[in-house]
């Protein structure tokens, strides 16, 4: 459609803003594209790419940006446009849609209301005043407010309710509007980061998602993780984790603030930066306890603690080395790797496992047990803080509102004349409009009018 | 297991409740109206019943959570839900041919998870990501904001038969089906329903991912769906406020969007990986 050239370039913009053609097509396009995110995968390497779809389409997707998609230029751009679509739209229908929502001209004649449902009646033995008083009354009943004029012996009346309904739309466009501007802080001024914490240990920095680190500006130490597990209707353990908890402190200045007991949905929150339980593994043990018998079973050493890579003296010169030791071996339980490095010959290393009393391993003539190893495990948190959670939650409550007040209520207006009939006795006449859902309107208008018939019969 | 057995038992009213339904349409005399719905209570009753066992049954396992965590416990929710707002349907607005058309839904719902080897109706231990109130709450909404869809996917495909049906022989055609003109406005109440409870359902998700995860959105497949179907839903409700549309046009995206509903729920799980992938 060719605009008038009279217009301004800065109308021809707004009205292009603020068109529902816009609308419609930025949303569609939005709800497809959207698609090509869910099927092509995200955030991976180019190889990943070239293998599934050969080199060419890699390409076209790296350049696309569909290989992360929803922050490409393009995506965001279509969100800003919505956004931009909605403000403007709204602007254009707001002063109207205000205008209807304190509309109370009761006189209808020759003026631009639709009208969408009538009802006439003539009542004989009757006058203009009685008869306005009665239909007033029941005006009042019905709906919220009602208006009264005079003209020429005529009387005019408008009830109306549920103005206020009218604004719903616009709060739920409001709303989406918020949530570009949460998004846009939460972008700004948050972080999204990670960090391992070894049992014992504190940390002050988090590595960040994008690259990086961030300084918290105070510490968080690890005191204590644990697993726990299911157990079974006897109560034994099944091996089905029920729960990953880690014990934190925070501390400022080396004081200790703030202590919490987390778990995986259950979050420690302290000046806004959220510690998430995301994940767990062996910060690497730390020491063994090691009991060894010498070629004639006489005891070496009993319940000796040994140092991750320490070395000792056995006899006739021969030594045994804590090589590695870890808190579970493939499930099968705490093991440690020594090597016994003989006076002469090639040294050689086994496993030992924390076994049963009496199942001791042999190693060149001596035999090693694992009395217990002691492993620190560390707490793996995601770190984050988004300033702009409170405005989502507040668009969030808008847009659940709006919805409903835009979608269930209407407001509702019926006009009444009562007026001298020209074959003697009285016209009343009844019309009524609403804003939305006609089908309830016709059943509840057509209620009023048989209310309006009993109180003529009266 | 006692609550499997149970299901089984509500499944086979809902049929029942579909035949008694279809009997209906045909013969429109209120016994046979009277018997469909009293099958689809009945179903539902014993549906409701299932789902209580079951969570007693997982506490007795040591388990103790409220059965809403993976496909099979919320497909029968899924049936449960249907079953409810269609009640509360045709008790508000006293059309029982629907019936015909939704019961069938609620024993799908049933059907698909018993029948299907694939999917375990044993109870399991929630992994910890599950074990959290926000679940009920997200699950709950959702649920019942698909089940308004699907109340209006099956109304919309009865208006499509009726819309065939007036356009040929005219609008006081003879016909089985209420007027076409009625289920139009069944349809958009059923979205209007659904509209705001997938809307709840998308933001305690979202609330609950930011509780949970540290972020309220991360477009992982489940969520860019459930978006997609609510821009589709958006859609409809504009398409008839603002831009007028009635009919055939409105019914089409009503199906249109019950795809969306299917696609979000088990498309992703079975198609697309992501986050939500271990709700399956
Ligand atoms: C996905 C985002 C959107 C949502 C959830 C949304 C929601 C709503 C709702 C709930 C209504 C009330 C329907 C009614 O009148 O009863 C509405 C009406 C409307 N929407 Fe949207 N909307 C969205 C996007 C847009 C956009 C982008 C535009 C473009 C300009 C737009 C234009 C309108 C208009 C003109 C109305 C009718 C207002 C009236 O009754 O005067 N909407 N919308």
Redesign the pocket.
Known sequence: MKEPSNKGLGKRLFEFF???K??VV??IALAATSVFGTVIQQHREFAVYVGEYGETVARVIRILGLDDMYHSWWFQLLLVL?LV??T???LK?LP??VRLMNYRDPVFDGKPVAIHEKWAKRVKNADVATLAEAIEGVLRRRLRRVYREERDGVVYLLGTRGGWT?M??YV??FS?FLFGIGALVGALWGFKGFVNIPEGQSVRQVRLRGGGVKDLGFEVRCDDFEVTFYTDRQGRPTGRPRDYISDLTVLEDGREVLRKRIEVNHPLIYKGIYFYQSSYGQAGGQSAWLTVFGPRRNILFHRRQLLRGETVDLENGDRLALRGLTGDFKGMGPAVEVMLQPAKGDPRSIVVFQAPEGNHRKLGGYVIRLDGVETVMYTGLQVAKDPGVPIIWTGCIL?TL??MI??FLSHRRVWARVRPADRGGVEVFLGGNA??NRIAFERWFADLCTEAQEVFEK | MINDKLFGIAMILYLLATFGYVVYLVHRSKVTGWIGTGLALAGWLVNTAAIAVRWIESHQAGYGYIPLSNMYESMVFFSWSIMLIYLVFERVYGYRAIGAFVAPLGFLGIAVVSLNPAISAEIQPLVPALQSNWLTAHVVTCFFGYAAFAVGFAVSIMYLFRHRTEARLGKDAPGILPPAKVLDDLAYKSVAVG?PLLTLGILTGAAWANYAWGTYWSWDPKETWSLIT??VY?AY??AR??AGWRGVRLAWLSVIGFGCVIFTYWGVNFVLSGLHSYAG
């Open positions: 603020a068109s529902i816009l609308s930025v949303l919505l679509n909605i403007f739209c709204s229908r109207h849609a009218r719903g739309v739920t466009h989406l847009i709006g919805s835009a979608f804003s939305r | 509209f609510w821009f958006a409700l504009h406020f603002t």
